[in-house]
């Protein structure tokens, strides 16, 4: 008899854990929809402020969405702030990743959007943004290997992509690579004819 008056004692305990954790997640949920409709509204204070009671710095869903808030509302030192726990709760996740450059990008904190991308391309070698965009870290610091290196992963993926192809082309010229740089800025104007930073490059390459 006493077993089953602790059995349903243990019982008890654990539905009604189980009930407000179910209550809690409803009231979440309920918050996150406001937050959405003042988003569509771009009433961005106001969807952070749907959110903001509920902060938790353990929950990796608040953060990501307060940082994703606040970028939209121009606070980009407090989205930093709320991106870069998302990514330490989360290590792999490269949505937080990507959410975490934004901010930084307008903070003009480039060693560490830098290390973002890698972080992202140790997780996701063929990702083909993380890859373009270091690239073009890389190519506006005149570090041009690095960038070639970046830059045709990118092509390799995507052969008849204008971007990949048209800074894999000036990266090349750069190191003095003319061949190898006319024919990706020629195979450029034949995805965008006419482009006049492709046509300056061929001009180059000549």
């Known amino acids: 008899m ?10 008890f305990i654990v539905m009604m854990h189980m009930g407000v954790r179910a209550q809690s997640a409803s009231v979440l949920q309920k918050a996150f929809q406001n937050s959405y409709n003042n988003e569509t509204k771009k009433n961005y204070a106001a969807a952070i402020s749907d959110i903001t009671p509920y902060y938790s710095e353990n929950n990796y869903e608040v953060n990501i969405r307060l940082g994703w808030l606040n970028y939209l509302n121009k606070n980009y030192t407090a989205s930093q702030n709320y991106y870069q726990r998302a990514v330490t709760l989360k290590p792999n996740s490269i949505e937080a990743r990507f959410g975490y450059v934004k901010p930084l990008s307008l903070l003009t904190n480039w060693n560490n959007v830098l290390d973002q991308y890698n972080a992202i391309l140790k997780i996701d070698p063929q990702n083909t943004q993380a890859n373009y965009w270091a690239g073009v870290i890389y190519y506006n610091r005149k570090q041009y290997p690095n960038a070639i290196k970046l830059f045709s992963k990118v092509v390799a993926l995507y052969p008849f992509d204008y971007d990949g192809n048209h800074m894999l082309g000036w990266a090349n010229l750069m190191t003095g690579k003319k061949e190898e740089a006319r024919a990706l800025f020629e195979k450029a104007l034949l995805i965008n004819p006419g482009d006049t930073s492709s046509l300056d490059g061929l001009s180059k390459s000549r």
Not at 2 to 11: G, N, W
Request: hydrophobic share 50%.
């Open 2 to 11: 006493e077993i089953l008056k602790k059995t349903l004692i243990v019982s």
